[in-house]
């Protein structure tokens, strides 16, 4: 049975998918430091579980999350921030999760909505969705890497317009600019469906290939092209050790459907 969380709920919607439905509606799904516990401990559990190949986090269809608890925050010091490294487990996701991990967004992904947002492999949204780094608005800025996966996903002149206004963009947009994958017409239902979907792709591969996959795409973002390239080519090469590999290039040679060991 799953865990009995308060912020969250989990389910397994299709074999392989484990979604993670974040789950405080009275406050648009602010992402207070319970609710990250929780989420992190879902994520885990996916991580580790064999039967889950790709995860999916979404919210309701009116919010994503609206942000980082601002009345969390509000009193705040630097010390208390400092010393119980706020935000810190905010890392996990983009640290520790080896499996990909799909965000399907409808409605407000505000500050550390939009960065949680942001820290997944794979965006979805609808086209109503609002995205937005509203922080400067409340007099300070992004801090969950809004400022950096922001930047590298639209550019700088973009990204500084959006954090120095605080001023909020579309899904629609979110699609022209390559922040979502995907913009997907219709509403929460059409979106999770679409995320379900790729999610159930992505768990019929190769566990084995996938966490190479990610692990590659992943590099490009702190590695130079040339060490980047150098870093797939070693996994590349690594992954001639796998059962998998020969499991899927037999099975075309014998125009079989690949039967995966996960090995
Ligand atoms: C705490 C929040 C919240 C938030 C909404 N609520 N967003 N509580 N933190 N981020 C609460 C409201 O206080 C309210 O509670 C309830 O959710 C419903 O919100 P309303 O404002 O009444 O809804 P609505 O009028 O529909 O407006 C929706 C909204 C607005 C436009 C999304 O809620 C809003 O502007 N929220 C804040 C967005 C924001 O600034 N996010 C960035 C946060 S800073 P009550 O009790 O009154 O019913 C941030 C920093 C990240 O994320 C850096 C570190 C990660």
């Not at 810190?88 to 939009?114: D, F, Q």
């Not at 019929?204 to 990610?214: D, F, I, T």
């Amino acid at each position: 049975a799953p865990a009995a969380y308060e912020n969250i709920l989990t389910s397994t919607p299709k074999p392989g998918v484990g979604l993670i439905t974040l789950n405080r509606p009275k406050a648009l799904n602010a992402l207070s430091s319970p609710l990250f516990k929780e989420l992190n401990d879902a994520l885990s559990k996916y991580e580790n579980d064999e039967e889950i190949g790709a995860i999916i986090i979404t919210g309701s269809e009116k919010a994503f999350a609206a942000g980082a608890d601002i009345k969390e925050m509000a009193p705040l010091t630097f010390s208390s921030a400092y010393k119980s490294n706020f935000i810190a487990p905010w890392s996990y996701l983009s640290s520790n999760v080896r499996k990909p991990v799909i965000a399907a967004v409808s409605g407000y992904a505000l500050g550390g909505g939009c960065e949680l947002a942001l820290m997944c492999d794979i965006l979805y949204c609808t086209a109503t969705a609002t995205f937005g780094q509203p922080e400067i608005k409340l007099g300070t800025i992004p801090g969950a890497g809004g400022s950096q996966r922001l930047t590298r996903a639209v550019g700088k002149s973009k990204a500084m317009e959006l954090i120095l206004t605080g001023k909020n963009f579309s899904g629609k947009q979110a699609g022209e600019w390559g922040v979502a994958a995907q913009v997907i017409e219709g509403g929460k239902d059409e979106l999770l469906a679409a995320a379900v979907d790729t999610a159930s792709v992505i768990a019929g591969y190769s566990r084995v290939a996938v966490l190479g996959a990610k692990e590659v795409v992943n590099k490009s973002q702190d590695l130079g092209v040339r060490e980047g390239v150098e870093f797939e080519r070693r996994v590349f090469h690594a992954i001639f050790g796998s059962r998998d590999q020969k499991i899927g290039m037999t099975a075309f040679a014998e125009k079989k459907k690949p039967e995966w060991s996960n090995e």
